[in-house]
């Protein structure tokens, strides 16, 4: 696509920290394993985003902003986007909407007090989204979503008012102003790293498995998207141990070998794409 870089890489990294674990009464040790990402994980992270140069979007909860402010601001520091990721990570689908509505205009002003703008993104905590998040989201005035999953290295505007029902069959509605970020379950550390008892997901994988898959994802958008966005999900108590710090090092390496890619910001890609198709940014 005209005017944007051949290929841009987005690293993001979602704070959660111990926002869910306070809110679900989580026991001494996974609130300790979520402490991590805060005391090891995020200073570890920036660390090697300022020592490439590289800047990141930070999908930081409310409570993570609010009860570690030096990590906020070394996140700010470090010239990086904060966006917003829910209060206690809660699960949209399971929120009522009005509550939904007071979470998410609670978050952009929590993020506008410390960062001194309103914020553009938002991605729904666990990716779970109820069926009026969406309308709600871009009633709260944000420029982009980043939860959805129906293209990979590609932008698109998200559509208003599809109807799906086993009676009718599916009505799609015209597109809104909302831009999606999209993202996928293989390009995230957390299901690829981390055992679920939910889901019976041993987790635990070999960081050169997932080096193999995140590479050959850049590298297959590199040659066949030209202008597009790779999206990175991580989180700070998931890729901060040391052996996926090591295979992150190995990735951005990657990256940075192929001619014409670019790290950036969400915000900022997103504002260079809608300017690149001819449309505004929200
Ligand atoms: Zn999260």
Redesign the pocket.
């Known amino acids: 696509m005209a005017d944007l870089p051949r290929l841009t890489v987005a690293l993001t990294f979602?704070h959660?920290s111990i926002s869910?674990g306070v809110r679900r009464g989580d026991s001494p040790v996974k609130l300790s394993h979520a402490e991590f990402g805060v005391r090891v994980g995020a200073p570890r992270i920036l660390a090697l985003l300022a020592e490439r140069e590289i800047p990141s979007t930070w999908?930081v909860?409310g409570h993570t902003l609010e009860t570690f402010p030096a990590s906020t601001e070394a996140i700010l520091a470090g010239g990086h986007e904060l966006a917003c990721?829910?209060w206690f990570?809660e699960d949209f689908a399971t929120v009522p909407r009005d509550e939904e509505r007071e979470i998410l205009e609670r978050c952009a002003a929590a993020v506008e007090r410390v960062g001194g703008a309103r914020p553009k993104g938002w991605?729904a905590?666990?990716w779970s989204l109820g069926a009026s998040s969406l309308e709600l989201i871009m009633a709260a005035g944000f420029v982009y979503d980043s939860s959805l999953m129906a293209d990979d290295y590609r932008l698109y505007r998200v559509r208003k008012g599809d109807r799906h029902s086993v009676a009718e069959g599916s009505r799609f509605g015209p597109e809104g102003p909302l831009i999606e970020v999209p993202i996928s379950w293989s390009l995230d550390d957390w299901p690829h790293f981390e055992p679920s008892s939910d889901t019976g997901r041993d987790g635990l994988s070999a960081p050169s498995k997932v080096l193999e898959i995140w590479t050959e994802e850049l590298r297959y958008a590199w040659a066949h998207a030209p202008g597009g966005l790779l999206t990175i999900t991580m989180?700070p108590e998931c890729i901060g141990r040391g052996s996926r710090m090591a295979m992150l090092e190995r990735f951005i390496d990657a990256a940075a070998a192929l001619d014409g890619v670019v790290f950036d910001r969400l915000d900022r890609y997103v504002e260079a794409w809608a300017a690149a198709t001819g449309t505004s940014p929200g």
Request: net charge negative; aromatic share 16%; charged share 35%.
């Open positions: 979602d959660d869910d999908f909860p990721h829910g990570h991605r905590p666990y989180h």
